[in-house]
Nanobody, 120 residues
Framework: QVQLVESGGGLVQPGGSLRLSCAAS????????MGWYRQAPGKPRELVAA???????NYADSVKGRFTISRDSAKNTLYLQANSLKPEDTAVYYC??????????????WGQGTQVTVSS
C-alpha cells in the first residue's frame, strides 16, 4: 500500500529557508504529476508547485522565484526548496502524487502534511 510521508517543516524567521521532503513507501507506477499543496487555518488548500512526469514545472504566483520543486526518482522522493520565506507562507504543506495504473485507473495519493511556520 502506498504511503507518502512529508518531513522538513519547522519554525523559521522571515527570510529563512526550508527544504521539504516527501518520501514514498514504495515504487509508484504511472505517475503523471507530483505536487506540493498547502493549507492555512480557515483557508482552502492551494497548489504551491507541481512537476510532471516529463519535468515540466508550475508554481503559484505567490511563490515564483522563491520555491523550487524537484524529485529524485531513484529515492522515490519529492522535494520543495522554500527560500525567502514570508509569514504568509505559514501552513501545513502536503505532498500529492497522481497518475494512472496499468489498468487505466486514476489514483491520487496524499501525505499527512508537515507544518511550516514563518514568524519572528
Amino acid at each position: 500500500q502506498v504511503q507518502l510521508v512529508e518531513s522538513g517543516g519547522g519554525l523559521v524567521q522571515p527570510g529563512g529557508s526550508l527544504r521539504l521532503s516527501c518520501a514514498a513507501s514504495g515504487s509508484i507506477f504511472g505517475i503523471s504529476v507530483m505536487g506540493w499543496y498547502r493549507q492555512a487555518p480557515g483557508k482552502p488548500r492551494e497548489l504551491v508547485a507541481a512537476i510532471t512526469s516529463d519535468s515540466v514545472t508550475n508554481y503559484a504566483d505567490s511563490v515564483k522565484g522563491r520555491f523550487t520543486i524537484s524529485r529524485d526518482s531513484a529515492k522515490n522522493t519529492l522535494y520543495l526548496q522554500a527560500n525567502s520565506l514570508k509569514p504568509e507562507d505559514t501552513a501545513v504543506y502536503y505532498c500529492n502524487v497522481a497518475g494512472r495504473t496499468l489498468a487505466r485507473v486514476s489514483y491520487n495519493y496524499w501525505g499527512q502534511g508537515t507544518q511550516v511556520t514563518v514568524s519572528s
